[in-house]
């Protein structure tokens, strides 16, 4: 989509590595990375630069877990992946979040600290020190924000 000329169509560009749903998406001034997604709870994360976006994307480091539904937002060196669904895992409804690194993409993603109930179908938004994961569905029904804190999330 050509924001100067956003009335007309969207043109075709460069494929992901491989085809999937569910899947979630986030991006920063250059590239953007297509994150996980079904069938099967894929972990591949395809990056697109911008400034080539005819090309194939570029695989990168997976993630740590599998889960589609997940919610993504990110700051201007990482993106926090949280939520999700895994079925039929015993915790299909997933806490985890996962970290990946703008700077060292090609890593497998670094788990973080657990959102305090899992959720699927979430909404993500941030600032370049706080992110919100809120509403979604969960096993107790929609839940209220929870915050990740990005600058203290070791």
């Not at 989509?1 to 590595?17: E, Q, V």
């Not at 991006?27 to 069938?39: A, D, K, R």
């Not at 700051?75 to 979040?97: E, F, K, L, S």
């Amino acid at each position: 989509m050509d924001y100067s000329n956003d009335s007309a169509s969207p043109t075709p560009r460069g494929p992901l590595s491989n085809t999937k749903y569910r899947g979630a998406a986030v991006s920063n001034s250059n590239f953007g990375w297509f994150m996980g997604g079904s069938p099967s709870y894929v972990t591949t994360v395809n990056r697109i630069e911008y400034a080539s976006d005819t090309a194939t994307a570029v695989v990168r480091g997976p993630l740590a877990n599998g889960k589609d539904r997940a919610s993504v937002t990110g700051t201007i060196d990482y993106a926090y992946r949280g939520g999700g669904y895994n079925w039929p895992a015993p915790d299909y409804i997933r806490t985890i979040v996962d970290r990946i690194d703008y700077a060292n993409d090609s890593s497998t993603a670094t788990p973080k600290g657990l959102l305090a109930e899992g959720t699927y179908y979430a909404g993500a938004t941030g600032t370049a020190s706080y992110g919100y994961n809120g509403g979604g569905r969960a096993s107790s029904g929609v839940i209220s924000c929870t915050c990740l804190l990005y600058t203290s999330d070791a």
